[in-house]
């Protein structure tokens, strides 16, 4: 039962995947304005354009250390046949490219995000001669994670037995697919201060479209035995028992007509919360340091309609080899999880345990320290941790990121280095080319064939800068100060 659950979250989690940490590199650069705002609210602060429009831009991550294509690129993949390792026939992803192959560690971390920015953008304000910043945006974000899967399906992976006994640790997951509807606002705090102080906020509204969450609460037995006669000789029959497994879900996806069907399903506000410290002279347009703290993603989303099935203390369950799941075509999870009902309780209505779950947004700190080093270029560093806080709370990848940008009007460009998990080494960086910006913090997979191909990360945004500033001018505004 616990592999078959595992199975329907990863369907649903492949269903609304695109396929996000930011590009933290773009962040750092004081003209990405709004598109900054989501991981930095005093960032569109910075910009001296008063006016800055994101028509669109997409962030996609993926990260994991259970699963690789092997000797292939991800631009190679649209030109590939990927075939699925056969250790029986000595078709391993160690032997022969463009192989879908495993690591088969004893545990598994998944992790996947997107993060489409739709039109966004902010502009300058002055009320009693103060300078305010405020900015609205919308996104669609999709975020999940594995951590520490207790990894029983290397066995089936590695085409060996499994253990007679088999104790099957807890482990958590959670996965939502929303929009967000945000109002980004900032300006200075502390007017004596011989520093520049800086205060944003992110206030956002949540619109729950998909949502999975499964809690294994303790060690599942799970028992091997020979295969009867009749049964199929390659796979041993499984069966669980002394499980205690909450499932609950939500999705657009309609399995009759097979198509998705755009409906809010759940509602929540989020909060995200930023403080800037800038050593800056108030007639320079760029800074000398600047050091901010960020808490991000603060609340949750509640899904009323949401359903809820609860395995606990049921009889022992047949799990491979039953012909009463393996012969069932799959139409939906709802049907699914009362044919596991049935197997376990006899009825399969007993599982369902109400409507209503909540999923607590992916909480994180990211703190930054930005030097400048001589006009326009700059060494950045940031640090992003997950903090959850509300029930069944996504987490997000931690990262530790080093950039070196150069940043004009015009342009700008820069290069990175990144420690996702604090574990695995990744380069990217990117280029902005007027309205265009490209990037990535993993770019060798996207362009270089690797041995396991199991990460990557892209960035592409489309801008406009209407009524476009410049240093003539402001330096044309500016009040003299010379004596008269």
């Known amino acids: 039962m616990m592999l078959k659950l595992f199975c329907f979250f990863l369907f649903i989690f492949c269903f609304v995947k695109i396929a996000a ?9 004081n003209y990405s304005g709004i598109n900054s705002a989501v991981l930095s609210p005093t960032q ?22 259970y699963a690789y294509i092997s000797k292939q690129s991800l631009l190679g993949l649209s030109n590939s046949t990927i075939e699925v390792a056969n250790p029986k026939e000595n078709i391993t992803g160690e032997n022969t490219p463009n ?16 993060d489409i920015l739709g039109p966004s953008f902010s502009m300058t304000a002055t009320i009693k001669e103060k300078k305010y910043v405020f900015g609205l945006f919308s996104r669609l974000r999709t975020q999940g994670s594995v951590l520490d899967f207790d990894n029983y399906l290397r066995y089936g992976n590695e085409m060996v037995p499994q ?33 520049q102080w800086i205060l944003g906020i992110n206030l956002k509204y949540e619109i729950g479209l998909d949502a999975s969450n499964i809690i294994n609460h303790q060690d599942i037995e799970l028992t091997a035995t020979e295969p009867g006669v ?25 399995f009759e007509t097979k198509t998705y069907e755009y409906k809010q399903n759940g509602f929540g506000l989020g909060l995200d919360l930023g403080i800037a410290m800038l050593d800056k002279d108030p007639r320079q347009d760029e800074y000398n340091s600047k050091v901010s703290f960020n808490i991000l993603d603060l609340g949750y989303v509640n899904f009323k309609q949401g359903i809820n099935h609860l395995f606990k203390d049921g009889s022992t369950v047949w799990l491979q080899n039953n012909p009463n799941l393996q012969d069932q075509e799959f139409e939906s999870p709802e049907q699914y999880l009362r044919l596991l009902s049935k197997e376990a309780y006899g009825d399969e209505n007993a599982s369902f ?25 700059f060494v950045n560093i940031n640090w992003i941790q997950r903090v959850p806080v509300f029930e069944n709370s996504l987490r997000r990848n931690n990262i530790l990121n080093a950039n070196y940008i150069i940043q004009k009007e ?75």
Not at 45 to 59: G, K, T
Not at 231 to 247: F, L, R, V
């Open 21 to 29: 940490q930011n590009n933290l590199t773009f962040t750092n650069d």
């Open 44 to 65: 569109p602060f910075l910009n001296s354009n008063p006016w800055d429009v994101n028509l669109v831009s997409a962030d996609i991550f993926l990260q994991n250390d």
């Open 99 to 114: 192989i879908l192959d495993f690591y088969n560690k004893e545990k598994a971390n998944f992790f996947a995000a997107s």
């Open 163 to 195: 253990p007679d006994d088999y104790n099957m640790k807890p482990f958590s997951t959670s996965l939502m697919n929303w929009n967000e509807v945000g109002l980004n606002a900032a300006t200075t705090i502390f007017p004596y201060s011989d520093k």
């Open 230 to 254: 009749g049964e199929d000789p390659d796979y041993k029959n499984i069966y669980a028992s002394n499980y205690n497994i909450s499932a609950s879900y939500i999705t657009n996806y309609n």
């Open 353 to 377: 345990a109400g409507y209503g779950f909540k999923i607590g947004l992916p909480t994180s700190i990211n703190v930054n320290y930005s030097q400048r080093i001589r006009e326009h270029h």
């Open 410 to 484: 015009a342009f700008g460009y820069g290069i990175s280095t990144t420690l996702s998990e604090y574990k695995n080494l990744q380069f990217g960086g990117y280029v902005r080319l007027g309205p265009l910006i490209l990037g990535s913090e993993n770019a060798f997979p996207i362009l270089f064939k690797h041995d396991h191909l199991h990460a990557a990360n892209i960035y592409l945004a489309i801008k406009l800068y209407p009524f476009w500033d410049n240093e003539f001018k402001r330096h044309r505004r500016q009040k003299c100060d010379c004596e008269k």
